[in-house]
């Protein structure tokens, strides 16, 4: 098949094509003078494996040493995955930190909209490591027991 139909039947674009073929991800099929060069069937499916590969966070320099060698060692691959496990952890700790801030943010927002120094944007603009709202729940919840008195 001529690389468009390639592209095509691979659900990637022509120029995703050729930049795999030049990180040796793809080899550059041969092709006969005057005519074009035909990509065989078969390799739809190591395109496939790339995009798979890519979807899980391996590198594209990572899939190209387990697609070209001849057999690569379960330990390498091992130890890869391992790698990729402890890094998506690392980053699921990060997004789940986001989510609590998110969170946290969202009631204030609804009490004040339009009065940024009341609204719940203002504790996120507070620094990573600390909540500045809980310190202003705090002296919050203080003056209104004093009003009350």
Request: net charge positive; proline share 7%.
């Amino acid at each position: 098949m001529k690389i468009s139909e390639f592209a095509r039947a691979s659900g990637v674009g022509i120029e995703t094509i050729r930049y795999y073929q030049r990180r040796n991800l793809l080899p550059v099929p041969s092709r006969y003078p005057g005519s074009p060069r035909r990509y065989p069937d078969v390799w739809v499916r190591d395109v496939q494996q790339i995009r798979g590969l890519q979807a899980v966070g391996l590198s594209l320099d990572e899939i190209r040493l387990l697609l070209r060698s001849p057999a690569p060692e379960c330990a390498d691959m091992q130890q890869t995955l391992a790698r990729h496990i402890q890094a998506t952890r690392a980053e699921l700790a990060r997004l789940k930190h986001r989510l609590r801030r998110l969170q946290a943010a969202l009631p204030g927002c609804a009490e004040g909209p339009g009065r940024r120094g009341q609204c719940g944007l203002a504790c996120l603009l507070g620094p990573d490591g600390g909540d500045p709202c809980q310190a202003r729940k705090s002296v919050g919840s203080a003056s209104a027991l004093t009003d009350r008195s």
